[in-house]
């Protein structure tokens, strides 16, 4: 039992900047931010952190980390040391989605050395952009067979074959937030990005979609630069 390998705890936290902020002096502004971009530096020693940059692409949100650890607690005591910086007291939680990895049921005859269902640990790609939603099925979904499923789940993954320039990021959230999945799509190209997903509305398995929104497309910044962006 030892030897299995860990499910990982993910976090994809947005954050939006009070234009309060952007009023300071410059002095006084990089003085705060000094103090958030060490914090997200010293953490990222300690599970893996990736920042990226929603300024200008939604309305909601500026900042959005992405978090991967193997404990919750590290986790909470991240953000809640975030906040306390100078910066971080002019930012609100606009969105926060807790997930989990776990290895797919639908990966069948699909499943290939480093294929994305098979793996219970993130190992996000060098994409310069992501695109993030959470994901809820219909109740009628659970009430079909699995070979039904697994039937529509072949056509899905057969779609997502056809972009290999789009990597897939699954997480399971059941049970620990309001959503059943939060994938997130890295890749270089947008447009690619955009036929796949074109190509998944018409697939089956897409009768079957409750809700895949709020969607967030973000670039990816160094952290001092995403959060220079903001203001």
């Not at 006084?28 to 990222?44: D, I, N, P």
């Not at 404990?71 to 040391?81: I, S």
């Not at 959230?173 to 890749?187: I, K, R, Y």
Request: negative net charge; aromatic residues 12%; glycine residues 6%.
């Amino acid at each position: 039992m030892g030897d299995e390998p860990r499910q990982q705890f993910v976090n994809f936290c947005f954050y939006k900047l009070d234009p309060q902020f952007r009023r300071l002096d410059e002095g006084s502004k990089a003085a705060e931010k000094e103090r958030f971009v060490a914090e997200v530096r010293e953490y990222g020693k300690r599970m893996i952190v990736r920042s990226y940059s929603t300024v200008g692409l939604r309305a909601d949100c500026d900042l959005f980390l992405w978090r991967i650890a193997y404990d919750l607690e590290m986790l909470q005591e991240m953000q809640a040391k975030l906040l306390a910086t100078g910066l971080g007291r002019y930012l609100s939680v606009a969105h926060s989605f807790l997930a989990m990895t776990k290895r797919s049921t639908y990966i069948d005859q699909h499943e290939h050395a480093g294929s994305e269902g098979a793996r219970l640990k993130i190992v996000p790609g060098g994409g310069k952009y992501i695109f993030v939603y959470p994901f809820v099925k219909t109740r009628d979904w659970y009430m079909l067979t699995r070979h039904a499923r697994q039937g529509m789940m072949n056509e899905h993954i057969e779609v997502g074959h056809r972009y290999p320039s789009v990597k897939l990021n699954t997480t399971y959230s059941f049970g620990l937030d309001d959503q059943e999945f939060v994938v997130a799509f890295e890749t270089d190209s947008p447009s690619d990005f955009l036929d796949l997903v074109m190509e998944l509305r018409e697939t089956e398995a897409s009768r079957y979609t409750l809700r895949d929104t709020p969607i967030f497309t973000c670039i990816l910044r160094p952290i001092e630069e995403a959060v220079d962006l903001m203001g």
